[in-house]
């Protein structure tokens, strides 16, 4: 059992940086892949970001590659996302997920999600 809790969002300016932690608890948190996804009002959740169980592979959706840095540390059981040059397109809740049969490449499909977060609400105005 993987216990994730998000935190770090809050309502930015556009042009403004924002980092999310997720805090993982367990002592399995470097055998699972670590992804976050957003969701916006009427939208689906999508897939933001992710990487593999070292960290060093990472892979990104298409709007924010450039903009977004996912990393990890294994040593305190987090994950971030970085979030630079943010739009207003950005505002969405915020979730982490953790998955245990990801493949650590190649993004991480919403369906391989083993734990989610409760969700932290980044906002960006105009």
């Known amino acids: 059992q993987v216990q994730l809790v998000e935190s770090g969002g809050e309502l930015v300016q556009a042009g403004g940086s924002l980092r999310l932690s997720c805090a993982a608890s367990?002592?399995?948190?470097?055998?699972?892949?670590m992804g976050w996804f957003r969701q916006a009002p009427g939208k689906e959740r999508e897939f933001v970001a992710s990487?593999?169980?070292?960290?060093?592979?990472?892979d990104y959706a298409d709007s924010v590659k450039g903009r977004f840095t996912i990393s990890r540390d294994n040593a305190k059981n987090t994950v971030y996302l970085q979030m630079n040059s943010l739009k207003p397109e950005d505002t969405a809740v915020y979730y982490c997920?953790?998955?245990?049969?990801?493949?650590?490449?190649?993004?991480?499909?919403?369906?391989?999600?083993?734990?989610w977060g409760q969700g932290t609400q980044v906002t960006v105005s105009s």
């Open positions: 997920g953790a998955s245990s049969r990801g493949s650590g490449s190649g993004g991480l499909p919403k369906s391989l999600v083993d734990y």
């Open positions: 367990g002592r399995t948190f470097g055998r699972h892949v």
């Open positions: 990487c593999n169980r070292s960290g060093y592979i990472t």
